[in-house]
């Protein structure tokens, strides 16, 4: 069992939202509840009386929510939550209308503006007064190509409030990337600012949408919100609007549009680097409950906090993040990159703006330690309660960082999920321990199982599945009227049970730890290794800057080869080679290392930083990798084509 890194103690798990559910779970339950697994096992055993409470507890906002919880609860999909309810998304997130800052906004050039919910209330009223002028109604597309602003918040909230359906990319996005998007879901107005910020450099948005804009499928109507300038140039884009011209000033109430639980709320993509992305739509009350689920009881979310997670408004997390001001906390919204000016800047903000609750990625948290980044000692941290990290497993030696060089006493949640159901499987629990490597427990509500074989078992790695319907279930895919796409990318592999794509295995804890894609599993001479296990210990090299792992094909078999990035200074000898190899075979099996090792300048990233070890195994093996538009950095594949080394 891995090494207990933390726990809560008496007083911290009184005084959590959790232990107040659990009582109220043990009166609705006619039993005792003291315990998260007892809690959990009920969550799945009676899922009707656990959502309902939920409800009742998150204290959703809905002008009718009907006695049915669940129909056809053995269908997946197929399965319908609160089937009479009627509500709105935004009317929950601006149920709070005080002097309470809701949004605090930073940049890389130090700007700050702040919200006040009593501000953002009427900010959103000032827009959906704009949008239903233009005819915008129920289950029309609204889309922004948008930084991480406030007033990218603000034009959600109100595409939300009139019932109609918000859907988003990042503005670092290409001609191409946009089109596979929004041309596949045709929004009727498009958000978006003049430019944005990154490293030091400003990029303007509006000469890229002047070449969209013509190849759209329908007419739409371009809204500018001024960012890098306060009277941006509009003339790249004929008829574009500024966002002062396009609201209606005069508007301070809003009328939400009550509409049915499974209503499509948003629409994400993914990744598409295997084809044009697939448009995921997700409803209303699904991710509601589930997202207030996740941030009250498994984050332990108070009107009180300040949640702080860096994202760009095109990975899920943006949204995730959004529903926390349905429990009051203050948002802190960041636009550019975590490394400019310096590699401190979101620790700065955490320190400047008390941050209790700060979220990012796997990578951008193994990049600190290996920058030599020691925020406990440089910054005050004294409001940070909890750090959540995804995006990619979080290695042993980055809880053991967090704990060393950040601070002692704070809840590390590691936590995975994804866009398919924007939020997790897996995640953090503010009751239980925080053990090295392990994601601290499954969802309450989620029926997840490890599967080998098609059969569920109690240890060993296999396919991360969930066996029973959940209400963040998408509703659908985007143009898939008979829903087969749908079906395809989750209940092909076993009928009636959602199979996520992850190589995962349960703890004798109660944890959960990720091994990597199950699309991405290596298999030399029929054993599975999952990627995470090689990267995790590579590392460890202290050399060695990061680096991806592929299975090629090789003389009837499979072959690992490993590619790395260096530290400046630092090249691939033998001896390198060596301390590489042995630090694998020492903390693995000799199956884990290597047959080859190639050293690479850089590695072909998405554009939420995922590692895209499919991409590179295709290049490698002169196969064409569909969507470039979808990556990062899409010429590092260049790197990979015709290598010599991989001849032999």
Known sequence: MNRILWQPDAMQIERSNLHRFMRQAGERAGMHVDRYDALYRWSIERPEDFWSLIWDFTEVKASERGERVLVDGERMPGARWFPEARLNYAENLLRFRDERPALVFRNEAGRRDSLSYAELYRRVAQVAAGLRRVGVVEGDRVAGFVPNVIDTVVAMLATASLGAVWTACSPDFGLQGVLDRFGQTAPKVLFTTDGYLYNGKTFNSL??????????????????????????????????????????????????????????????????????????????????????????????????????????????????????????????????????????????????????????????????????????????????????????????????????EVKRDLCLSSISGGTDILSCFALGCPILPVRAGELQ????????????????????????????????????????????????????????????????????????????????????????IGTAEIYRQVEKVAAVQEAVAIGQSWQDDVRVVLFVVLKPGYRLDTALEQEIRQTIRSNTTPRHVPSKIIQVADIPRTRTGKLVELAIRSTVEGQQVKNLDALANPEALALYRDLPQLTC
């Open 207 to 404: 000469e890229r949408l002047a070449q969209v804009l013509p190849h759209l499928p329908e007419p739409c109507r371009l809204v500018v919100m001024p960012y890098l300038d306060t009277t941006p140039d509009l003339s790249p884009v004929p008829g574009a609007v500024l966002l002062d011209d396009f609201i209606d000033p005069a508007a301070t109430t809003l009328e939400f549009t009550q509409v049915a639980f499974d209503s499509p709320l948003c629409i994400l993509y993914s990744s598409g680097t295997t084809g044009v992305p697939k448009c995921i739509v997700h409803g209303v009350g699904g991710s509601l409950l589930q997202h207030l689920k996740e941030h009250q009881l498994h984050t332990d979310l108070k009107r009180e906090d300040t949640l702080f997670y860096y994202t760009t408004c095109g990975w899920m997390m943006w949204n995730w993040m959004l529903s926390g001001l349905a429990t009051g906390a203050t948002l802190v919204l960041f636009d550019g990159s975590p490394f400019a000016p310096t590699a401190e800047v979101l620790w700065d903000i955490v320190e400047q703006e008390k941050v209790t609750v700060f979220g990012t990625g796997a990578k951008y948290i193994a990049a600190q330690e290996k920058a030599g980044i020691r925020p406990g000692t440089s910054h005050r941290l004294d409001a940070l309660r909890t750090i959540l990290s995804t995006g990619s497993a979080l290695t042993h030696e980055s809880f053991e960082y967090v704990y060393r």
């Open 441 to 528: 427990c499954r969802g309450l509500g989620m029926a997840v199982e490890i599967w080998d074989d098609g059969r569920p078992v109690a240890s060993g790695k296999g396919e991360l599945i969930c066996s029973r319907p959940f209400p963040a279930m998408p509703i659908g895919f985007w143009n898939d009227s008979d829903g087969h796409k749908y079906h395809d990318a989750y209940f092909s592999t076993f009928d009636n049970v959602w199979a996520h794509g992850d190589y995962a295995e349960l703890t004798p804890s109660g944890g959960v730890v990720i091994h990597g894609r199950s699309d991405a599993v290596l298999n030399p001479g029929g054993v599975r």
